[in-house]
């Protein structure tokens, strides 16, 4: 069994629930094999648009049904949903197309937009839009990411799964550390 193999059978299955924890790292490596032929882009971007769909709509509900059942059980969420009402209430549609793009936020931003009373109609229409934005533009950057590499080294046939497997595992890394410096920096801010 060959990492081509597993990668034609499972990637898209890869893709539809990696795209619930590292939305973003998984569609520009889904983007990146597709340049390689391992996958086809059209399938990496729906797979993720429908996952992030069902995800965001999952949490929206979840907040507009179970809001305050669910703060009282996670406090941490309480002061985030609470700063997060307040800019909601000032620009609905600019919150809902920039969350996808802040990292950290997309769990608990669709909830909080639930809880802030949007309606569900207009909460589907604009996450629909926004998130077709979002998974063609990472999907399309994957892509171009594997046709830049591939002018700037010449043939990369024989590298472009090396080169993915270095990507998540980087971001693997890398991801988790920046959160834990950031989430530090905030703490030792707010302490001030």
Do not use: C
């Not at 307040?86 to 931003?109: A, D, E, H, L, W």
């Not at 693997?172 to 989430?183: D, E, L």
């Amino acid at each position: 069994m060959t990492i081509e193999y597993l990668i034609g059978t499972y990637g898209y299955l890869v893709i539809f629930f990696g795209t619930f924890f590292e939305g973003e790292t998984v569609l520009v490596v889904g983007g990146f094999l597709a340049h390689g032929r391992y996958l086809s882009l059209f399938f990496v971007i729906f797979f993720a648009f429908i996952a992030t769909m069902l995800w965001d709509q999952l949490f929206f509900h979840l907040g507009r049904r179970y809001g305050n059942k669910i703060l009282n059980l996670k406090p941490k969420w309480d002061i985030q949903v609470r700063k997060l009402l307040v800019k909601i209430k000032r620009n609905t549609k600019k919150v809902m197309f920039s969350y996808r793009f802040v990292y950290g936020t997309r769990t608990v931003m669709p909830f909080a937009i639930g809880i802030s009373g949007v309606s569900p109609k207009r909460y589907f229409f604009f996450n629909f839009i926004y998130t077709l934005i979002w998974s063609v533009g990472f999907g399309v950057l994957g892509y171009f990411f594997g046709y830049s590499l591939e002018l700037f080294l010449g043939r990369i046939r024989s590298h472009e799964l090396k080169i993915a497997l270095f990507i998540i595992i980087v971001f693997a890394v890398v991801w988790p550390i920046y959160r834990y410096f950031m989430n530090r920096l905030g703490k030792i801010g707010s302490a001030r």
